[in-house]
């Protein structure tokens, strides 16, 4: 897990990787660094397939801030983690219709104070093997998956 109090760098983004519970919405997120770059494929809870990814992540101070997309309909996003107690992640999460155009050209600026905000906690599940969604996501091309 990250730790707070420490300046992040490029390494520490390694302390993402792993399978994640997202709540409220039951969904599975599979992060892992791939080439340099941290890929969080996620499914809806009880699916076996791929329904988004969250892309375009970078640290800045002690916040993941990433863009998310749902494959099956047009949501989409940004979001915030940043470390919690008990291998957790607090996030803060917008739609794309609440977050203004500014702060969607730099994303790390998004902060609690931004209206719409939806409060997800993300809860590490431990000793989980890499789904066939996850893998299939991590070893083709997928929209946006490059995003820098």
Request: aromatic share 10%.
């Amino acid at each position: 897990m990250p730790n707070s109090g420490q300046n992040k760098n490029r390494a520490d983004i390694h302390s993402f990787e792993g399978m994640w519970l997202l709540s409220p919405g039951g969904i599975v997120a599979c992060a892992e660094v791939i080439k340099g770059k941290l890929l969080i494929p996620f499914s809806f809870s009880g699916k076996d397939k791929l329904s988004g990814h969250f892309y375009d992540c970078h640290l800045k101070g002690e916040k993941l801030f990433c863009r998310f997309e749902h494959f099956d309909s047009a949501e989409s996003g940004a979001l915030f983690l940043a470390a919690g107690l008990n291998q957790t992640l607090t996030a803060g999460q917008w739609t794309h219709d609440k977050i203004p155009p500014t702060i969607l050209k730099d994303i790390s600026t998004l902060s609690e104070s931004l209206p719409g905000r939806q409060a997800v906690v993300w809860v590490r599940i431990l000793d989980a093997p890499t789904p066939s969604w996850a893998e299939k996501y991590f070893s083709e091309d997928w929209p946006n998956k490059g995003t820098i």
